[in-house]
């Protein structure tokens, strides 16, 4: 079955007629050839494809492109270009924030919305375990961006970038 769906992306306007199956994912790399957002484990495990969907983070390997009709996504290109690097995307180059690289789009999607969560007070399970904690400590970090795998495990060197981004 196809449907049509009106969507914006990175500030463009599109309308596409999708298989009903079509993920995100797969909608965003195939049909926009938008391929800043990676596919790891297509099954919502790695964070690879993390997306900023109406202000918040979403796995789009996991949701249906058809059931963001009216939405305004957010991708690594909508955040930064080669020539003009995004600051958290400046920040993991200074930190060695990535190895393989393969992660770091996700990454950086998922921490631009953490950090807007963060700002706006979206309790985290760090946040409600450690109520002494500072809201941008390594822990609460740690536990915000803990949806997104990096299999070379730069983990350290991402939080540092966070840090320093977030100021
Ligand atoms: Fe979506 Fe791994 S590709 S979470």
Same mark, same amino acid.
């Given at each position: 079955?196809?449907? /049509?769906?009106?969507?914006?992306?990175?500030?463009?306007?599109?309308? #596409? !007629?999708? =298989?009903?199956?079509?993920?995100?994912? =797969?909608?965003? /790399?195939?049909?926009? /050839?938008?391929?800043?957002?990676?596919?790891?484990?297509?099954?919502?495990?790695?964070?690879?494809?993390?997306?900023?969907?109406?202000?918040?983070?979403?796995?789009?390997?996991?949701? #249906?492109?058809?059931?963001?009709?009216?939405?305004d996504?957010?991708?690594?290109?909508?955040?930064?270009?080669?020539?003009?690097? %995004?600051?958290?995307?400046?920040?993991?180059?200074? %930190? !060695?924030?990535?190895?393989? $690289?393969?992660?770091?789009?996700?990454?950086?999607?998922?921490?631009?919305?953490?950090? =807007?969560?963060?700002? &706006?007070?979206?309790?985290? %399970?760090a946040?409600? =375990?450690?109520?002494a904690?500072?809201?941008?400590s390594?822990?609460? #970090?740690?536990? &915000?961006?803990?949806?997104?795998?990096? &299999?070379?495990?730069?983990?350290?060197?991402?939080?540092?970038?966070?840090?320093e981004?977030? $100021?």
């Amino acid at each position: 079955v196809t449907a /049509r769906v009106a969507l914006r992306v990175n500030g463009q306007r599109y309308e #596409l !007629d999708l =298989d009903t199956r079509t993920t995100l994912l =797969d909608m965003l /790399r195939e049909h926009l /050839r938008l391929t800043g957002t990676k596919k790891g484990c297509d099954q919502g495990q790695c964070g690879a494809c993390t997306v900023i969907v109406d202000g918040r983070r979403i796995n789009s390997c996991l949701s #249906l492109a058809v059931m963001h009709e009216g939405a305004d996504v957010t991708t690594i290109e909508g955040l930064g270009t080669p020539e003009k690097l %995004h600051p958290l995307q400046a920040a993991f180059v200074k %930190h !060695d924030g990535y190895q393989c $690289g393969y992660c770091t789009p996700g990454q950086i999607c998922s921490a631009v919305a953490a950090l =807007d969560e963060i700002r &706006r007070g979206v309790p985290s %399970h760090a946040s409600a =375990d450690l109520d002494a904690q500072p809201l941008l400590s390594p822990a609460e #970090l740690r536990e &915000r961006m803990s949806g997104n795998i990096c &299999r070379c495990g730069a983990y350290s060197n991402i939080i540092e970038a966070i840090t320093e981004y977030a $100021g």
